[in-house]
Structure formats: C-alpha cells, structure tokens
C-alpha cells in the first residue's frame, strides 16, 4: 500500500497538464491596477486543495510544530500559538488558476513573530510548510516579512472551517495561493530550498502573481 493519501488525482493531473503547456510562456507583464495580470475577479472564494481535510473534532488537539535551523524548536498548541497574539488584516487572494477575490478578512500571527519566536539560523533562507495532507510549499524568508504575512486561525471573524484550510493556515497574500498552505501542521525553517507540491509539479518556484510566475521553467 502506498502512503500517499486518497488525493484527488484527476485534479492533480490537471493542473499538472496546465503548467506542461504553459511551460515557458509566463507573461512578463506590469501591472498597477489592483487586478493581477491575468486574473478575473470573483465575489466568491473557491475551495482548492487535494481534498483530504481535517475534521472540526481534530482542531481542540491541534500542534503546530517549529523545526529545523532554529534556536527554539517547539510543538505549539492552538492556545499557545494564539497567545503571541494576532492581529487582523483584509487581503486580496490570487489563484493561479486564474481567480481574485478581493477584501478577504483574517486574524492570525504575524509571521514576525514567529520568527522572534523560533530564531531561526541567519543562514536559515527558506521556509518549508508542512500541512496535515502531507502537502509542502516552500518560501524564501523574506517573502515571510512581507506586511500581512500571518499564520491564520479566524477568516471573517469565526474560526477557520476545514474547506479554507482551519484551523490554521498560511496567508501570503503577494503570492499566488498555492504558496498559502492550508491546515498548517509544521514550519520548517531550512538551509536549503525545497520544492513543494506544485513546485515539483510544473509550478514557479516564486509565484509572484504581479510579474505572472505561473510555471516553471525547466
Ligand atoms: N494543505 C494544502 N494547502 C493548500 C492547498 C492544498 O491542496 N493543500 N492548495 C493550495 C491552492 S492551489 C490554493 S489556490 C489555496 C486555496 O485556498 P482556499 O481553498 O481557501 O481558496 O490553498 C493552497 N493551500
Ligand atoms: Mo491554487
């Protein structure tokens, strides 16, 4: 039996086979508007993952675990997480899948803190997510001290349901979502870079929505 779970395979391939044609083909263009380049505005907020949630039973027993090049490595609980206290933010979320929904409120830790939290390595460049359905996403730390970067436990005002990745999850709101892990499980603070799940699948190692790094290049 393989350990990979019960992911929703024909989504998968089909994001695979977007980023195979699109492969080499990222716009490069400017944008000042509000709107990324490419992307249609929505008023809904789609649901995109693999399809394997946490239940609303499992989140009073919720650990999120700090590892790797840091001081301090820890398992937080959801209490203790909350107590370096949150702070609310309304942010735009962009999809590569072509989606923009605008004013989106969350609550959630800066990712500041987390850092002053863990202190990480100085030579501790990435940040590698780790999620309860073993999905990956990687980050270069300074994407992380970007304004409105948090580790978030409420979406409007109510705590985060499984669909949207509660209980906790990433916002990164100047990259595309796929960066914005979902039932947040770890943070990696790693030396080396490594690709996570789209990554490896034809996704940019970047994904700056405003310069439209959709794809990889290799
Ligand atoms: N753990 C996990 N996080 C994930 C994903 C996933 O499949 N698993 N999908 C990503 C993608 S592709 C997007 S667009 C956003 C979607 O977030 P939403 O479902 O709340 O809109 O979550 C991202 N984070
Ligand atoms: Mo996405």
Partial sequence: MSDEPQYNQSYIRAKEQQAAAHRH??????????????????????????????????????????SGSVRSPAQLTLLQLK????????????CVTRWSRYDLHWKGIPFQKIIDYAEPSDSAQFVIFHSFDKYTANVPLGELLKPNVIVAYELEANQIPPEHGGPIRMIIPQLYGWKSAKFLTGIEFSEKDKPGFWEVRGYSNRAQPWIEERYSDD
């Fill in 25 to 66: 083909a990222d716009g490069k263009a400017d944008s000042t508007d509000r709107l990324p380049p490419g992307q249609t505005k929505t008023s809904g907020f789609p649901i995109l993952d693999l399809g394997i949630r946490p239940s609303l039973a499992r989140y009073p027993q919720w650990i999120l675990e700090i």
């Fill in 83 to 94: 107590q370096l206290e949150g702070e609310k933010i309304t942010a735009d979320f962009h």
